[in-house]
C-alpha cells in the first residue's frame, strides 16, 4: 500500500476538508516536492465558493515552495534535497501555446477546441500544493532553485502572486514617464503597484479604503491612495492628471465596479490591464467605451509561469528590488488549513496573505 500524505482537498462547494491520499508516483519527467511552505489564493476562495468549478476530490492550492523529494528518471540538473519553487503555471515546454511564447495558456488546445487557463494545472486541473507533497510535472520546465540566502517566506509570493501583479503591468505596457492606476490593493494590487513603479511609471495612484492597505501600497510605491468610501475615485485620478486620464489602469479585484472605474480613468488609446477573476458577466458602459472608437486597449493576464519566470522574480527578491515578506500577515500548520480558509475568505484581521507550513 502506498505511503499516505496529508491533503486539502475539495469536496462540493462550501466544503473542504484536511483528508489522506497517497503520495503520488513519480513519471520520467515529474519530480515529487515535500511541501515546506504554501499559501491561500483568492482563487482557491472562489473554488470554495463554487464560483470556479473543478473536480470533487481534488487537492487544491498552487503556490508550493518546497524540497526535491525524488526526481523523475528522465530528469537532469536537478537534485534531491536541493530547495526549490514551482509557477502556479506549469508550461510543458513543447506545446503549441509553449512554443508560441504564451506558456500560460499550455495545454490548453485540444481536438475538441481551445481551452483557456491550460497552463494552470495545480489545484485545477491536477492535485495542488496545499498538502504534505506535491508532484511537478514537466520538472525541467518548471523547477526554479531557491537562491542561497533567500527564506521561504521571501520567495512565496513568486508562484502565483508576485508573477501575476508584475504580469498586470507589463501587459498593460508600463513605460517610464507613465502615470498607472491600480484598483484595489489586495495583494496582487500592490504587487502591480511595485511592478508598474519598477517599470518605469512616473506616477502611481492606487484606489483602496482599508488603511493598512494603503500604507503597504506608499511602501511599494503608489505615490497616491484614494479611499473610494470618501471621494469619486475617477473624478480623484482626473484631478491627479490634469484631466489627462492614465496611461494605464490595471484591474486587480475582479468587479464590475472597479472594472468600470479603471475604464473611465483611460486617457484616450489608454490600456486597461485586467488580473481581476471575474465570476459574473461584465458589462462595458457604452460612453466609457467611446462606442468602441477610442483606441482602448484592454488585455488580460493569466500569471506567468515557468522556470526562467520564477529565477527572475527570486532575482528581484535577491536584488532587495523588491520586498513582499510584508505581505504576509498570518501563519497556520497544514493541520489548521480550515480556519486559515476562515480566516482568510472572511479577511479579517487585516489579513493579505497566509504562510501555510505543513
Same mark, same amino acid.
Given at each position: 500500500?502506498?505511503?499516505?500524505?496529508?491533503?486539502?482537498?475539495?469536496?462540493? %462547494?462550501?466544503?473542504?476538508?484536511?483528508?489522506?491520499?497517497?503520495?503520488? @508516483?513519480?513519471? %520520467?519527467?515529474? $519530480?515529487?516536492?515535500? &511541501?515546506?511552505?504554501?499559501?491561500?489564493?483568492?482563487?482557491?476562495?472562489?473554488?470554495?465558493?463554487?464560483?470556479?468549478?473543478?473536480?470533487? #476530490?481534488?487537492?487544491?492550492?498552487?503556490?508550493?515552495?518546497?524540497?526535491?523529494?525524488?526526481?523523475?528518471?528522465?530528469?537532469? #540538473?536537478?537534485?534531491?534535497?536541493?530547495?526549490?519553487?514551482?509557477?502556479?503555471?506549469?508550461?510543458?515546454?513543447?506545446?503549441?501555446?509553449?512554443?508560441?511564447?504564451?506558456?500560460?495558456?499550455?495545454?490548453?488546445?485540444?481536438a475538441h477546441g481551445w481551452k483557456p487557463l491550460g497552463g494552470w494545472r495545480f489545484g485545477n486541473t491536477i492535485?495542488?500544493?496545499?498538502?504534505?507533497?506535491?508532484?511537478? %510535472?514537466?520538472? /525541467?520546465?518548471?523547477?526554479?532553485?531557491i537562491p542561497e540566502g533567500l527564506s521561504d517566506e521571501q520567495v512565496l509570493l513568486c508562484p502565483d502572486i508576485?508573477?501575476?501583479?508584475?504580469?498586470?503591468?507589463?501587459?498593460?505596457?508600463?513605460?517610464?514617464?507613465?502615470?498607472?492606476?491600480?484598483?484595489?490593493?489586495?495583494?496582487?494590487?500592490?504587487?502591480?503597484?511595485?511592478?508598474?513603479?519598477?517599470?518605469?511609471?512616473?506616477?502611481?495612484?492606487?484606489?483602496?479604503? &482599508?488603511?493598512?492597505?494603503?500604507?503597504?501600497?506608499?511602501?511599494?510605491?503608489? @505615490?497616491?491612495?484614494? @479611499?473610494?468610501?470618501?471621494?469619486?475615485?475617477?473624478?480623484?485620478?482626473?484631478? &491627479?492628471?490634469?484631466?489627462?486620464?492614465?496611461d494605464v489602469a490595471i484591474e486587480a479585484l475582479g468587479r464590475q465596479q472597479t472594472f468600470e472605474w479603471a475604464?473611465?480613468?483611460?486617457?484616450?488609446?489608454?490600456?486597461?490591464?485586467?488580473?481581476?477573476?471575474?465570476?459574473?458577466?461584465?458589462? &462595458?458602459?457604452?460612453?466609457?467605451?467611446?462606442? #468602441?472608437?477610442?483606441?482602448?486597449?484592454?488585455?488580460?493576464?493569466?500569471?506567468?509561469?515557468?522556470?526562467?519566470? /520564477?529565477?527572475?522574480? /527570486?532575482?528581484?527578491? $535577491?536584488?532587495?528590488?523588491? @520586498?513582499?515578506? /510584508?505581505?504576509?500577515?498570518?501563519?497556520?500548520?497544514?493541520?489548521?488549513?480550515?480556519?486559515?480558509?476562515?480566516?482568510?475568505?472572511?479577511?479579517?484581521?487585516?489579513?493579505?496573505?497566509?504562510?501555510?507550513?505543513?
Amino acid at each position: 500500500m502506498a505511503e499516505k500524505m496529508r491533503a486539502t482537498i475539495f469536496l462540493e %462547494p462550501g466544503r473542504l476538508v484536511l483528508g489522506e491520499k497517497p503520495i503520488p @508516483d513519480v513519471g %520520467p519527467l515529474d $519530480a515529487l516536492i515535500r &511541501i515546506t511552505l504554501t499559501t491561500i489564493c483568492g482563487t482557491d476562495i472562489h473554488i470554495l465558493k463554487g464560483e470556479y468549478p473543478v473536480t470533487s #476530490g481534488l487537492t487544491i492550492g498552487h503556490e508550493p515552495v518546497g524540497v526535491i523529494e525524488k526526481l523523475g528518471s528522465a530528469v537532469s #540538473g536537478y537534485q534531491e534535497g536541493q530547495r526549490v519553487i514551482a509557477g502556479a503555471i506549469t508550461p510543458s515546454g513543447w506545446s503549441n501555446a509553449s512554443l508560441s511564447g504564451c506558456h500560460s495558456q499550455c495545454g490548453a488546445h485540444t481536438a475538441h477546441g481551445w481551452k483557456p487557463l491550460g497552463g494552470w494545472r495545480f489545484g485545477n486541473t491536477i492535485d495542488g500544493a496545499q498538502a504534505d507533497y506535491l508532484l511537478v %510535472p514537466d520538472a /525541467m520546465a518548471n523547477l526554479a532553485p531557491i537562491p542561497e540566502g533567500l527564506s521561504d517566506e521571501q520567495v512565496l509570493l513568486c508562484p502565483d502572486i508576485l508573477s501575476t501583479g508584475f504580469g498586470g503591468a507589463e501587459a498593460g505596457k508600463v513605460k517610464p514617464g507613465d502615470s498607472v492606476a491600480i484598483f484595489a490593493q489586495g495583494p496582487i494590487g500592490l504587487c502591480a503597484t511595485a511592478g508598474a513603479r519598477l517599470m518605469g511609471a512616473a506616477e502611481v495612484i492606487a484606489v483602496e479604503s &482599508i488603511p493598512a492597505r494603503a500604507e503597504i501600497s506608499r511602501r511599494l510605491g503608489a @505615490d497616491h491612495v484614494i @479611499d473610494y468610501t470618501k471621494e469619486d475615485p475617477v473624478a480623484a485620478i482626473q484631478k &491627479i492628471t490634469g484631466g489627462r486620464g492614465v496611461d494605464v489602469a490595471i484591474e486587480a479585484l475582479g468587479r464590475q465596479q472597479t472594472f468600470e472605474w479603471a475604464l473611465r480613468t483611460l486617457r484616450p488609446g489608454g490600456r486597461l490591464s485586467s488580473l481581476g477573476v471575474y465570476s459574473e458577466d461584465l458589462r &462595458i458602459p457604452l460612453d466609457a467605451f467611446a462606442a #468602441g472608437l477610442g483606441d482602448h486597449r484592454i488585455v488580460t493576464t493569466l500569471c506567468p509561469g515557468g522556470k526562467e519566470r /520564477m529565477r527572475r522574480l /527570486m532575482a528581484l527578491v $535577491a536584488s532587495e528590488r523588491v @520586498d513582499t515578506s /510584508m505581505l504576509v500577515t498570518h501563519h497556520f500548520a497544514l493541520d489548521d488549513i480550515q480556519p486559515a480558509y476562515e480566516l482568510f475568505g472572511d479577511q479579517r484581521d487585516g489579513v493579505l496573505k497566509v504562510a501555510i507550513r505543513p
